[in-house]
């Protein structure tokens, strides 16, 4: 059972920057995608960037030029760097794992809040 562990949220003022990172608890091969979504308060759950194991990314319109996705393989980590935040990236941002078997795991989650 692969866990994974998500690090990085907290309270930025808009425009400003945050980390996310999302640790896998083992090494993982035949990924489809591992990527994140966010859920806001009243609003269903939504992509917000993903990455196949071949380094191919996928970006929500709402978070293109301002977020990037990243892999480093040999830890068994994701990043979502976030640039120029809005009051609307506020979220529970989630980290998503899908493997080619058909398997596909859930961090429990990490929240941003974007607020002056």
């Known amino acids: 059972q692969v866990q994974l562990v998500e690090s990085g949220g907290g309270l930025v003022q808009p425009g400003g920057s945050l980390r996310l990172s999302c640790a896998a608890s083992e090494s993982i091969f035949s990924i489809n995608t591992m990527g994140w979504y966010r859920q806001a308060p009243g609003k269903q759950r939504e992509l917000v960037a993903t990455?196949?194991?071949?380094?191919?990314?996928n970006y929500a319109d709402s978070v293109k030029g301002r977020f990037t996705i990243s892999r480093v393989s040999a830890k068994n980590t994701i990043y979502l760097q976030m640039n120029s935040l809005k009051p609307e990236d506020t979220a529970v941002y989630y980290c998503n794992l899908d493997l080619s078997a058909g398997m596909e795991y859930w961090g429990k989650g990490t929240l941003v809040t974007v607020s002056s």
């Open positions: 990455i196949t194991g071949g380094g191919r990314t």
